[in-house]
């Protein structure tokens, strides 16, 4: 039994037909084709999966699609281009922020979230803020510097 | 997960309709604890009514000496209200050390209180404060409403509307999180208001509970000291891979001193 579901993602309406049960990250990653969210330990944890709804990050492994109705999604692919990174994701690039780079669409929502809260925020919160991304290549030291260069970046 | 049907209520009269035509419905709120039981096939409604339509369940306001917030308001929100801030600081507190931000953003008051996890952080606000849950059919006591693990006095299909919170005096709430879960190991909410000295521990034991006798020894002392040589009995309190229940009981009077030194200023 599904559901007709209407939505923005990256500021396009979306209406398609969805069962409920759908979760919002299989929507973006089969219905929609937006790979660039992924699917770490889909058990809310690892924040690999971070979007932002309606302007805040949550993990869409843990959201039905259909909660989303009305609401207004970004992912990783509406921030920026290949031709013109965002800010923030400039700043991972060049402070080496990833190694492998599966956490990282996750990491970069979520230094969004902060920065659109705390525009500058001390390292101390950065890794606070962190709390729900899990980066198993263990490369921290060099996100939080990212998020510091990628905010400072933003202000310019 | 299993299939399920989908309806958003668009005002509580339409979602009690909705749960009581329903073979075994479930209210969502955020999501952030039956989303997860239901991947994990945990639990397996016939129907889900999304309550995120009905925005009069969302917000924060005063009325008189208490302070009202919505079911919906999410913990994000509780953490930045100013208004909390400014009479409940404790409270605005524990909801930001709920979870982690994606989570706390997410998540609402209501569902974590009805849900009732023995590890949960707001249910010892609820009980320290004496709180009142308000239900589209009554008012409920916390005093009353946390009857046991995952359990609540909500009868079946009965919605939380709304928690109001007397300002007390002074309050802390203090927590060991598990440093993987961030669920409280243990959790000490104490509060100096309108009902006397309370105390709530979280994390502990099958569920919220009162330590009466720090309550008492507050009563007569409000300081760290007061609590010198008081236990809980480890007896009575859970103990798992993380942590014994004497190591819980022990941390039971620690997490309570911290909380009493902190909203002291001490």
Do not use: W
């Not at chain 1, 007709?4 to 049960?21: I, Q």
């Not at chain 2, 999501?31 to 009905?54: C, E, F, W």
């Not at chain 2, 002074?170 to 000295?197: E, H, I, T, W």
């Not at chain 2, 409000?222 to 942590?243: C, K, R």
């Amino acid at each position: 039994m599904s559901v007709t579901l209407s939505l923005e993602v990256n500021g396009k309406p979306v209406s398609l037909e969805v069962a409920p049960r759908t979760l919002l990250v299989d929507l973006l990653r089969d219905s929609l084709r937006l790979t660039g969210t992924h699917i770490g330990c889909d058990t809310a944890q690892c924040g690999a999966c971070t979007v932002h709804l309606d302007g805040r990050a949550v993990k869409s492994c843990n959201v039905l699609a259909v909660q989303t109705a009305g609401a207004k999604v970004t992912t990783i692919e509406g921030i920026g281009s290949d031709a013109a990174l965002h800010p923030m994701q400039a700043a991972f690039r060049d402070h080496h922020g990833l190694q492998c780079g599966y956490c990282t669409p996750g990491m970069v929502m979520s230094a969004l979230d902060l920065v659109a809260r705390h525009p500058a925020p001390s390292r101390d919160e950065i890794r606070e803020a962190l709390d729900g991304n899990i980066c198993r290549c263990t490369g921290y030291h060099n996100i939080v510097t990212a998020i510091e260069a990628g905010a400072k970046a933003m202000k310019a | 997960m299993y299939e399920f049907a989908y309806h958003r209520a668009t005002s509580l009269e339409n979602a009690a309709s909705l749960l009581a035509s329903a073979d075994d419905g479930r209210v969502l709120a955020g999501g952030q604890t039956l989303v997860a039981a239901m991947k994990l096939r945990l639990a397996a409604p016939s129907d889900l009514v999304d309550l995120r339509g009905i925005p009069e369940l969302s917000g924060v306001c005063r009325d008189g000496d208490t302070m009202i917030i919505g079911a919906m308001t999410t913990h994000s929100a509780v953490n930045a209200s100013d208004d909390l801030k400014a009479t409940i600081p404790a409270l605005a507190e524990l909801a930001g050390g709920i979870g982690d931000a994606m989570v706390r953003n997410q998540g609402t008051i209501g569902g974590s209180v009805a849900n009732n996890d023995p590890a949960a952080d707001y249910p010892a606000a609820l009980l320290a404060l004496g709180a009142t849950i308000r239900t589209e059919r009554r008012t409920i006591a916390a005093d009353d409403f946390f009857t046991g693990m995952y359990e609540t006095a909500l009868e079946p299909g009965e919605m939380i509307v709304s928690i109001g919170f007397p300002i007390p005096k002074r309050a802390a709430y203090v927590k060991f999180p598990n440093p993987a879960s961030r669920y409280a190991l243990v959790g000490v909410f104490v509060a100096d208001g309108p009902a006397g000295v309370r105390v709530a521990v979280t994390g502990a034991g099958s569920g919220v509970f009162r330590a009466t006798a720090f309550e008492s020894a507050l009563s007569g002392r409000f300081a760290p000291e007061a609590l010198d040589g008081l236990t809980v009995d480890a007896s009575e309190l859970s103990g798992d891979m993380h942590a014994s229940a004497e190591y819980r009981a022990h941390l039971v009077g620690v997490m309570a001193r911290r909380a009493v030194g902190k909203s002291t200023g001490a």
